[in-house]
Structure formats: C-alpha cells, structure tokens
C-alpha cells in the first residue's frame, strides 16, 4: 500500500511530531511505495537523516521525500528533494511512522479466524475479533482480547488474561493464570509463567521442590524478545511494568519486579526477588544477584555485574560495579598490570640488594 507525505501529516497531527514540510503540496500529496535506507532507496521512498555523515550517501540518489532536522533541513533541499518533512526527533519519527506506513502487515500471513487445527477449551473467551493460527492451543478459563493475535503452535494454558492488540509469535507458552495488559508483543520460543527455581535440600542434599504458585504480569506495551524465560512467583506475582522492552535470550526469575519504560538488552540474567526502578538500561550480558534493588535512571554497562544495592541514577560498570567512570580507568590499568608486576618485583630486589650493602 502506498503513502504520502500528507497521509502522514493527517495521521500524527496534533503529536507535535512534524515541525515543517517543505515542498510544494503536490508533491507532499505524491504517493510513496515504501521506507528505505539511504544508499539503496529509489525515487519513490521515502528515508530519514538525522547525522550530517549521511548526506554524502543522499546526494544524486533523489529520494522521494526526505525526514530530517532543522540543522540539516537547508543542505537536503539544496540536494534537490522535492519534500522534506523536518522533525525534532528523527528516531521517534522513524519508528512512528515505519510502524503506521510500512510496518509488518500480519494479515499477509493469510489466517484469520480461528483456524480448524487450533485447539480451544469450550470454556475458553475469545474475542471475535482475535485470530488463533494453526495449532494453537488455548486453555479452560483464558480469556482473549480484542484484535490480538496467536500465532501458529503458540500455547496458552488455563486462566489466562490477554487483553487487545497483543501478538504473540510462533511457539510461544504462556503458562497457567498470567495476566498480560494490552499491546503485548512476545517474540518466538518464549515462556512466560515458567516455573521458579525454589528448592529445599534435606540432610543429604536431595532437592526437593518448592512449588512456584505465583504468576507474571506483563503490564501494557511490554514487549519480549526470543528464547526468553519469565519464571512465576512463588506465591504472588513476577510483574514486568509497562513499556518495557526486552531483547532476546533473557530470564528473569521468580518474584522480580522491573519497572517501566526500562531497555533490557540480551542476554540479562536477573536473580530472584530482586526490584528493578523505572527507565533502567542494560547492555548485553548484565548480572543481577537475588534480593538487590537497582533504582530507577540507572545504567549498566560492560557486563554489568550487581552485587549490592545501586542506589543512586548513574551509569555503572564492571564486576565489581562502579561507576563508569571509574571503570574505565581501572580497566586501563589492568591492561597494563603484568608489566607493573614485574617492575615492581625489579624495585624490591633492587631495593632489597641496596639493603644488603
């Protein structure tokens, strides 16, 4: 389906996301096939710069419209682009409007309905407006929202709530009794509702196990990558607040609470019972011990391993976690530390002989 600049004008006013467009209305009125990147897109697309680096990648390609900033608003025109929309945030515009205008259409996956294959308990609700692909399985008591999606073998146990305009991906299992909000988005091979690792261990050190009986809330817009793992809790509830997003091969066990708006990235290991603020970032392979409160604003880099409390909103680093800072000066002496050894070791002798004589 095609767009136009104006589509896009009449879809976010009001959002005070387009501060001007420049070109003639005709042209802002001119059908777009699609959004590309800027060394490969074609007279008809549309593409977003926002560094001044990308500009030598624009000129003579003559794009179809151009999303830029006010800094560089002047040299894209100059370039000869017959529209140029111009915004504060280039990034923002991109993901608003790549999501309304060029976005993955899920019905071009042919299925709506609930497809025959799909297995849905009699005393299961689903809205009719929602569509179970094939061999899907739904459990007594769930409950299904509004436009939401299941998408082929995804499994949903018993006393599920999912609310509207969720999509959950291929494969995915929701275990018994866990409450997702509204626009929901869960990746391929995930569990969520999984089983807490609580055990008890008798004289001999047999394991014996704790039954996890909580469940997870997964609040609105929360969204999950791939192959991740959300354990239940062991009484209450394993609650993931609203808009966060996580990326792939993540686990976050039972009794975590992690706050909203925060950007958690692969790899992220959280222990059991540990709070999580508001706004937290993580880069890849970051540790979190159990029982531990990380507050919100905080940033955690390098592999970021938790240990204790972080207290107050910074960027942090390392194992043992210390501000960034400081990180990166003692990362540049350990480098160096085998060297400083053997010096060292040369000063005591030498130090050692002078005593001597």
Known sequence: MGFSIADIQREFDGLGLIQEVVGAPKAAAAQLTGIAAIAICQPSELVFVDKKEFLAALNGRRAGAVVTTAALKDAVVEMGT?????????????????????GRNYELTGWSGIHPSAVVHPLATVDPSAVIEPRVVVGAGTVIGRNSRLMAGVVVENDVMIGD???????????????????VEIESGTVVGSEGFGFAQDAKRNSYPIPQTGIVVLEDRVRLGANSCIDRATYRETRIKAGTKMDNLCHVAHNVQIGENCLLTAMLCVAGSTTIGDRVMTSGQTGI???????????????????????KPG?????????????????????????????IGDLEAHFENQSKT
Request: glycine letters at 6%.
């Open 82 to 102: 017959s529209t140029v929309v111009v915004v504060k945030n280039v990034a923002l515009a991109h993901a608003l409007i790549k999501a309304k205008f060029a």
């Open 289 to 311: 011990i159990d029982h531990v409160s990380v507050c919100s604003d905080a940033v955690l880099l390098h592999r970021a391993g938790v240990t204790k409390d972080v207290e």
């Open 165 to 183: 305009r969720c999509i959950i991906h291929p494969n995915v299992v929701i275990g018994y009794g866990c409450r997702l909000g509204s626009d």
């Open 315 to 343: 960027v942090y680093a390392g194992l043992p976690l210390q501000p960034v800072g400081e990180y990166m000066k003692n990362t540049a002496v350990m480098k160096n530390a085998v060297e400083m050894r053997r010096r």
